[in-house]
């Protein structure tokens, strides 16, 4: 199983930057696909950004393509989203989620909350206008 833990949210003025962590740990912890999303007040939880077990492959949604970029440091078990031109749409608790992939789906990167299984317990980002 996994266990996922998000830092690095705070308050930042429009056009700042945060660097989020995903910290995971146990015993699938090599194995897993990671997931981005947010919840804003009132709104739907919705995918922002992803990376496939090896690394190899990213996507983000549209509001956050050319701003945010997703990072992963295996050694370290981390995984990181680099916020940039921060928004105040971009505003909400943000988590990082993982599914285990086996070994023929190592490229694979979905953004669909469905298809986690493991959530870390969410990181406030509230940007100011």
């Known amino acids: 199983q996994l266990h996922l833990v998000e830092s690095g949210g705070g308050l930042v003025q429009s056009g700042g930057s945060l660097r989020l962590s995903c910290a995971a740990s146990g015993f699938l912890v090599d194995s897993n696909a990671i997931g981005w999303f947010r919840q804003a007040p009132g709104k739907e939880r919705e995918g922002v950004s992803c990376?496939?077990?090896?690394?190899?492959?990213?996507d983000y949604s549209d509001s956050v393509k050319g701003r945010f970029t997703v990072s992963r440091d295996n050694a370290k078990h981390t995984t990181y989203l680099q916020m940039t031109d921060l928004k105040p749409d971009d505003t909400a608790v943000y988590y990082c989620?993982?599914?285990?992939?086996?070994?023929?789906?190592?490229?694979?990167?979905?953004?669909?909350?469905?298809?986690?299984?493991?959530w870390g317990q969410g990181t406030q980002v509230t940007v100011s206008s």
């Open positions: 989620a993982a599914f285990v992939t086996p070994s023929s789906l190592q490229n694979l990167c979905i953004m669909t909350d469905g298809n986690y299984d493991y």
């Open positions: 990376i496939s077990t090896n690394g190899m492959t990213t």
